[in-house]
């Protein structure tokens, strides 16, 4: 399944959404952001991974 908000950005850096991360969402040291919403385009970073059910697509 291709990621809704989770993309590489201009320089091929992958951004990943928190809702579409294995660790978004969770506002600890594992969260990358540091967000406590797993909502789609409500916060991420550039450190995550994404879930098992997204594949890296380049858009």
């Not at 990943?16 to 909502?39: L, P, R």
């Amino acid at each position: 399944m291709k990621p809704v908000s989770s993309k590489p950005d201009s320089r091929g850096k992958w951004f990943f959404d928190c809702a579409e991360c294995k660790c978004g969402g969770n506002g600890d040291k594992s969260c990358g952001s540091g967000s406590k919403v797993k909502k789609i385009r409500q916060g991420g970073c550039f450190m995550g991974e994404l879930l098992d059910k997204y594949e890296k697509v380049e858009s």
